[in-house]
Antibody, heavy 122, light 107 residues
Framework: QITLKESGPTLVKPTQTLTLTCTFS??????????VGWIRQPPGKALEWLAL???????RYSPSLKSRLTITKDTSKNQVVLTMTNMDPVDTATYYC??????????????WGQGTLVTVSS | DIQMTQSPSSLSASVGDRVTITCRAS??????LNWYQQKPGKAPKLLIY???SLQSGVPSRFSGSGSGTDFTLTISSLQPEDFATYYC?????????FGQGTRLEIK
């Protein structure tokens, strides 16, 4: 059974760096084709894709946020970490990590974490 | 970026109704179109992938169609648990994008 869970601070100050950890089970990020992504959702708004890391350490970033994002993996710990620099109140959102569907071409997310709400405020 | 536009933004319907939600891409995305359902306070749930393939465990009253730029999600007979927000997502580009969502409400 695949599960994912996000963890990190619930409150960050403007200009600070956010570090979120996705801890997963039921699959390995050393298996060919596997990927884990991050998606966020401001309160009452739509979903926004942020980043994706593949089993081979290939990485993809949202063009609009690329300069602020870094995604890494720790295969031994079954974790994926997302860092976002220079946080702003507009970055207030629920942040989700998700597993890339292996049986489908392209990036489709079939398992999601429960999400973690991050508020940016001084 | 590939822009995804859903219509309508909100929709009121009754239990038992047949409902259709539309998603349009700003360029051709072949069949790289997926649909998710999201209930308040919950993570999105994958319903349909590759435009028309039903994700395992999803009821058969959900169906998807389309290719190129125009796609539809159809719920054949609304059930009480179907009232939620629905998002389309293109997976043609590695930089995926979502539609703005369609909120399905009880009439």
């Amino acid at each position: 059974q695949i599960t994912l869970k996000e963890s990190g601070p619930t409150l960050v100050k403007p200009t600070q760096t956010l570090t979120l950890t996705c801890t997963f089970s039921g699959f390995s990020l050393s298996t060919s084709g596997v990927g884990v992504g991050w998606i966020r959702q401001p309160p009452g708004k739509a979903l926004e894709w942020l980043a994706l890391i593949y089993w081979n350490d290939d990485k993809r970033y949202s063009p609009s946020l690329k300069s602020r994002l870094t995604i890494t993996k720790d295969t031994s710990k079954n974790q994926v970490v997302l860092t976002m620099t220079n946080m702003d109140p507009v970055d207030t959102a629920t942040y989700y990590c998700a597993h890339r569907h292996l049986a489908v071409a392209g990036t489709v997310y079939d398992y999601w974490g429960q999400g973690t709400l991050v508020t940016v405020s001084s | 970026d590939i822009q995804m536009t859903q219509s309508p933004s909100s929709l009121s319907a009754s239990v038992g109704d047949r409902v259709t939600i539309t998603c349009r891409a700003s360029q051709s995305i072949s069949s790289y179109l997926n649909w998710y359902q999201q209930k308040p306070g919950k993570a999105p749930k994958l319903l349909i992938y590759a435009a028309s393939s039903l994700q395992s465990g999803v009821p058969s009253r959900f169906s998807g169609s389309g290719s190129g730029t125009d796609f539809t999600l159809t719920i054949s007979s609304l059930q009480p648990e179907d009232f939620a927000t629905y998002y389309c997502q293109q997976s043609y580009s590695t930089k995926i994008t979502f539609g703005q969502g369609t909120r399905l409400e009880i009439k």
